[in-house]
């Protein structure tokens, strides 16, 4: 089974900057939509970005113009830079493979452990 793997969460203040890693050995990355998806205390798991196969990409309304989501298919790796942090960003983030299901159902399978950010003064 695929295992995704996250990191380079932590603690900032407000307006700072992380960027997140996703390891996604063992499978053919450069074939896979990728997300980025994330779960705030007590909430559900929430989308945040996605980069299909030819590199197109999507944000939640919340994150755009401040995250950006790349790919190095060379590597295996995902990223997501995350910048002007607010403290509604504080939550686990986990990388995911897109699959898109019948009748438009959409699940973000494979998610590793998780990387945990916090956004707090």
């Known amino acids: 089974e695929v295992q995704l793997v996250e990191s380079g969460g932590g603690m900032v203040t407000p307006g700072g900057s992380l960027r997140l890693s996703c390891a996604a050995p063992?499978?053919?990355?450069?074939?896979?939509?990728m997300s980025w998806v994330r779960q705030a205390p007590g909430k559900g798991l929430d989308w945040v970005s996605t980069?299909?196969?030819?590199?197109?990409?999507y944000y939640t309304g919340s994150v755009k113009g401040r995250f950006t989501i790349s790919r190095d298919n060379a590597k295996n790796m995902l990223y997501l830079q995350m910048n002007s942090l607010q403290t509604e960003d504080t939550a686990v983030y986990y990388c995911a493979i897109r699959a898109i299901k019948p009748y438009g159902r959409i699940e973000y399978n494979n998610r590793g452990q998780g990387t945990q950010v916090t956004v707090s003064s």
């Open positions: 063992g499978f053919t990355f450069n074939s896979a939509d």
């Open positions: 980069i299909e196969r030819g590199d197109t990409t």
